[in-house]
């Protein structure tokens, strides 16, 4: 069994490696890294894995039926309000890659997921990350007091 080393950014946060025994199951995102999504050099930009993160947060609400439409039409949103990247090595043009996350922990409106992009064999690591979401009301731009209890309920599915 593997403890988990916190990665040491220049801004002093650290992110938790994941490991095995962390809260809840990896939902895997699979991607590819298309000319559109790299530099001249062929190496991915660093937003696309941003994107990629937030197709498989995405994915993963929808595979416990949570759509983004529907959080739309109940007037509520889950901006990010806190990001902390490490980027490890990079991918390159044609390569494909395995996008995990899982929600860590809910609190209140706060939500937290964990991020690892990883080769497809599971060998090399390629970035890590954490996400802060909060639920906001979407028409008065406020953050909520409490999630919509169709949501939670769904979110709680994650964190077993």
Not at 6 to 21: D, N, R, V, W
Not at 38 to 51: F, S
Not at 89 to 113: C, D, F, L, P, Y
Request: proline share 4%; hydrophobic share 40%; with cysteine.
């Amino acid at each position: 069994m593997t403890t988990e080393q916190p990665l040491q950014l220049e801004s002093g946060s650290a992110i938790q490696k994941p490991s095995e025994t962390s809260l809840g199951q990896w939902f895997e995102y699979p991607v590819q890294a298309y000319p559109h999504q790299t530099d001249y050099a062929g190496i991915v930009w660093h937003g696309t894995y941003l994107t990629w993160m937030e197709e498989a947060r995405v994915e993963c609400l929808r595979s416990i039926g949570v759509e983004f439409a529907d959080l739309v039409s109940l007037g509520c949103d889950l901006p990010v309000v806190e990001l902390s990247l490490r980027y490890h090595q990079s991918i390159r043009m044609g390569m494909t890659a395995i996008v995990k996350t899982r929600m860590t922990e809910m609190t209140g409106v706060r939500i937290n997921w964990q991020y690892q992009v990883e080769s497809t064999d599971g060998q090399e690591l390629y970035l890590t990350g954490v996400v802060t979401l909060v639920a906001l009301d979407r028409e008065k731009g406020k953050i909520l007091r409490q999630l919509p209890p169709v949501v939670k309920d769904a979110l709680v599915k994650l964190s077993t």
